[in-house]
């Protein structure tokens, strides 16, 4: 709160894990529960998703586990990042999930089996993602969701990495269609991690077209 808004409110747009913090905070304001037993009841518990969690504290995973790999440097060494400690991103990304059980979460979503049709109108009203376009041309954002343009329509997604690990997903407007891309190494290079993400963007399009 010591800073000044980057923008005034519904004049553009930025990418902040603080507006998820944020948000995590009213829903447990709004709810007086933690914010893991509000996902637990209203999503992980009803879709059945087993192997999604949030491990506050724990650093270790359920096996069997992929390893994941960082490089903090362009052309050092790729380190072991798999034990990580992920309570700091709390409601911007403190979750465990497989890939399985996140391709169920969009099915689902976008089916509208999570929310009502004027939260899905809500959610799916988008704006320019403006700093994403050298990244990402033509897409746009809605409420947690992006929408990215395609040959044969366009998807809905949202990724996120850390330290080591990067998600990639895309999943139609039905939810009859989703693909979920789990990237276990994380390069340095600004221009090495750009093309593969830009790789991965692609598959995802091609494998829902």
């Given at each position: 709160?010591?800073?000044?808004?980057?923008?005034?409110?519904?004049?553009?747009?930025?990418?902040?894990?603080?507006?998820?913090?944020?948000?995590?905070?009213?829903?447990?304001k709004i709810?007086?529960?933690?914010w893991?037993?509000?996902?637990?009841?209203?999503?992980?518990?009803?879709?059945g998703?087993t192997?999604?969690?949030s491990?506050?504290d724990?650093?270790?995973?359920?096996?069997?586990?992929?390893?994941?790999?960082?490089?903090?440097?362009?052309g050092?060494p790729?380190?072991?990042t798999?034990l990580?400690?992920l309570?700091?991103?709390?409601?911007?990304?403190?979750?465990v999930?497989?890939?399985?059980?996140?391709?169920?979460?969009?099915?689902?979503?976008?089916?509208?089996?999570?929310?009502?049709?004027?939260?899905?109108?809500?959610?799916r009203?988008?704006?320019?993602?403006?700093?994403?376009?050298?990244a990402?041309?033509?897409?746009?954002?809605?409420?947690?969701?992006?929408?990215?343009?395609?040959?044969?329509?366009?998807?809905?997604?949202?990724?996120g990495?850390?330290?080591g690990?990067?998600?990639?997903?895309?999943?139609?407007?039905?939810?009859?269609?989703?693909?979920?891309?789990?990237?276990?190494?994380?390069?340095?290079?600004?221009?090495?991690?750009?093309?593969?993400?830009?790789?991965?963007d692609?598959?995802?399009?091609?494998?829902?077209?």
């Amino acid at each position: 709160m010591k800073h000044e808004p980057v923008f005034a409110p519904g004049t553009s747009w930025d990418y902040s894990n603080t507006n998820y913090v944020l948000a995590g905070m009213v829903v447990e304001k709004i709810t007086g529960k933690p914010w893991t037993a509000v996902v637990r009841e209203r999503i992980t518990r009803p879709l059945g998703l087993t192997r999604t969690y949030s491990p506050g504290d724990v650093p270790t995973l359920p096996r069997p586990h992929a390893k994941a790999y960082q490089q903090f440097e362009p052309g050092g060494p790729l380190l072991d990042t798999t034990l990580l400690n992920l309570s700091w991103g709390w409601t911007a990304g403190d979750l465990v999930t497989t890939p399985t059980d996140l391709v169920r979460f969009w099915q689902a979503l976008q089916a509208g089996r999570l929310l009502r049709p004027a939260q899905m109108a809500e959610m799916r009203r988008t704006v320019l993602a403006v700093t994403f376009q050298d990244a990402f041309p033509g897409a746009r954002y809605g409420l947690g969701v992006m929408w990215s343009p395609t040959s044969c329509g366009g998807y809905w997604s949202h990724g996120g990495d850390v330290p080591g690990t990067s998600t990639v997903n895309g999943v139609t407007s039905d939810g009859r269609r989703a693909v979920v891309l789990a990237i276990h190494t994380r390069v340095a290079g600004d221009e090495e991690a750009l093309a593969i993400y830009h790789r991965a963007d692609e598959a995802v399009a091609e494998l829902l077209c």
